[in-house]
């Protein structure tokens, strides 16, 4: 059997003893489709794009699509810490509820700080019992960083006053699967900058299991409902990158699939904000675009239904799916050059005569990107 028809074989499976899981919502899928009109033409459609944003054949869609109706069998817990719940929003914040969203108010949501109507005692009730009842088998999702200095006491989370490094680890014990949404909990984000005086800590950094990073402040809705999709379908972990990202997502830098990558090629570059080459849609990498140096699939998957990324807006990327992007990728409107950068410093340099030699630039961008391609984790 080969890896696609074993892979089939699985999901297939997994699929059968979720059905015959009792439903925990009291409405299906498909009323909440007809109560926002949404038709199963667009479901297909659906189905079929996130089949192939996780790089599976097209057969799997069928999968997919029956993933996507028992997503309520799977209970997700899903928790806050030092953050400033942008991850939720990018997930929920859409002035019309697409298929992501749907999936998001379908899935069986056992504790999530935003979106619950419990405030005090009574949510710390809900999350203890939803730890007890669905342990080894609920997905945990961390949004937000850990606080480890003073034994986690820059975070306290209830009125019981746990800490947030207390919560995570007890909940993290009987977690059948942890993802890690945003940069925060990812690699500790903003909270984690120099001289990170709270100890701030990725999750994969305090808890004892595998955990999948989705680098990005924010990470797009696909990239969330993805990961979410490919648990409930395999009740696995997608193939990671060397930092645990799922490969599907991050398997290419943003300059590679960049719209303005030709005028990199170029070298027609944007030399200050507002000046003729941005009117004409000009490389942003001389006012700070750290695309080369960043992995994520913001300019084929963009933002807000599709509509836009950063760099179709006009200013260049952040890096923010990469580790220590705060201290690493600054200046943000500055290029990175010949500034020397943990670890990357034949990137920075190579990037940096490649601007000054406009020739080389495909041979220079590419030897950059095996550099790192070479040191992922293999499936
Ligand atoms: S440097 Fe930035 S703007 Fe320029 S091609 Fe690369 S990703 Fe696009
Ligand atoms: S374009 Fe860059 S900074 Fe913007 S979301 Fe994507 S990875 Fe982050």
Redesign the pocket.
Known sequence: MDTHSALYEQGRKRLEELRQLPPRQDKSLQERMLEHGVTRRDFMKWSASVTALLALPLPFSNLVAEAAELADRVPLIWLHLAECTGCSESLVRADTPNLDSLIFDHISLEYHETLMAAAGWQAEENLEHALKTYKGNYLLAVEGAVPTANNGAFLTVGCKGHTGLEIIKEAAEGAAAIISVGTCASFGGVQAAAPNPTGAKGVYEVVDKAVVNL????P?EKNIVGTLMYFIMFGRLPALDMYNRPKWAYGAR?HDNCERRGRFDSGEFVEQFGDEGAKQGYCLYKVGC??PY?Y?N??TER?NHHVS???LAGHG??????PN?WDDMADFEKPLGRQLLHGLDATADTIGAVILGATVVGIGAHAVASLFVGSSKED
């Open positions: 680098g990005g402040c924010p797009s943003v750290k695309g960043t994520n913001c300019p933002f990324w950063p760099v990327c952040m890096g923010c799916s990469e992007f």
